[in-house]
């Protein structure tokens, strides 16, 4: 009878403690997904109307394989418009030139003032500026990796238990340290990305900027006695891209 008492409330607070780490579970990865939602940022002359303007997809540098399977240059550049346009910028979508976008773009980046003269009419002839961002630095630079693993342990407690108390406390303190398990791992990126404002009539320069962004990217687990648990934080790549593309508006709003 107390053996089968004790498996009952065993089976109990095992339910009980599952429950627990479901709920838990969900409100974590509800907490994490948050960090990655787009977070809007106040733009300082955002009542201030702005230049019209055109943005065109900028370079990649020196970036990681990972990082440019996840973006690409027009990835940046839509996000450069909703920035720009939020900052009450007269921005022409790039959607709207078609196929001219990439014989501008050409033009803007070799200052080919004849080259540019040629889209001085209809859509551009009020265009200011051209405005580019480009990634110049993309790598992970650091990875740590810990753990720790219950089993060599639970081999020496239950040798020194067996002998001291007993068989099946030496038995029972094996399984119960050798199922403890934990690692945990975390790896930090550095993103740097740069602005670039062009003159629209000459292709010159008129401005330019840089930023970079720390990001963690970490992993977590564990476990004991059956229960298990594993994490993931961190924020993701696009999301770190797009905060780095509002830096850069936040810079240029303040130079109109």
Known sequence: MKLRYLILVGLV????????????ASQQAHAQADQAMYQPVTYANQNVQGPAL??????????NVSFANKITPNNIADWGELELSKANFQVLERTDLGPM???????????????????RK??????????????LKAEPVASVQQGFDGRALAG????????????GAGVAAE???????????????????????????????????????????GATSGGALGFSKSEQ??????????????????EIDRKK
């Open 233 to 250: 934080h961190g924020v993701t790549l696009d999301t770190m891209s797009q905060r780095l593309v509002q830096r850069a508006v936040q």
């Open 122 to 135: 209809g859509k551009f002839e009020t265009t200011r500026w051209f405005v580019k961002f480009d990634i």
């Open 175 to 217: 399984a119960g340290v050798g199922s403890v398990h934990s690692s945990e791992a975390a790896g930090i990126w550095i993103v740097g990305m740069r602005y670039k404002i062009l003159d629209a009539s000459t292709g010159q320069q008129v401005s330019t900027g840089y930023f970079e962004e720390k990001m963690e990217i």
């Open 156 to 167: 020496i407690a239950g040798g020194i238990l067996g002998q001291t108390v007993g068989y």
């Open 13 to 24: 607070l095992g339910s009980l403690a599952l429950a627990g780490c479901q709920g838990t």
């Open 54 to 63: 055109v943005v065109i997809p900028g370079e990649f540098k020196s970036v």
């Open 101 to 119: 976008l990439e014989e501008v773009a050409l033009a803007a980046n070799m200052g080919d003032v004849s080259g540019l003269s040629k889209f």
